[in-house]
């Protein structure tokens, strides 16, 4: 069983930055893909950032050129970097990863087996 812990959330206002981690409990590399989804109450969870073995990465249409997705392998930490934060980025930030190799990056839920416990980002206007 993977475990992968999220970390790096918090308040900030609208146009500032952070920047989210997610610790694996096994190598990151050994995962064919991992990414970033996030959801707020009463809705789906969403797509934001996939990247998957080779590099390749997806991002959701809402966060294309604000965030960046990124792997540290020396420290098998998965990261999402957040810039020109908006109000409507305000959410439950998860990461996920599958050892499972098929089609590429992913914004699909359904394309990842383990998740992560999440951390809140909220963004005021």
């Known amino acids: 069983q993977v475990q992968l812990v999220e970390s790096g959330g918090g308040s900030v206002q609208s146009g500032g930055s952070l920047r989210l981690s997610c610790v694996a409990s096994?190598?990151?590399?050994?995962?064919?893909?991992v990414g970033w989804f996030r959801q707020t109450p009463g809705k789906e969870r969403e797509g934001v950032a996939s990247?998957?073995?080779?590099?390749?990465?997806i991002y959701g249409d809402s966060v294309k050129g604000r965030f960046t997705v990124s792997r540290d392998s020396v420290k098998n930490t998965l990261y999402l970097q957040m810039n020109s934060l908006k109000p409507e980025d305000t959410a439950m930030y998860y990461c996920a990863a599958t050892p499972y190799s098929s089609g590429g990056a992913s914004l699909s839920v359904s394309g990842y087996n383990y998740w992560g416990q999440g951390t809140q980002v909220t963004v005021s206007s």
């Open positions: 990247i998957d073995s080779a590099g390749r990465t």
């Open positions: 096994t190598y990151i590399y050994s995962m064919y893909r």
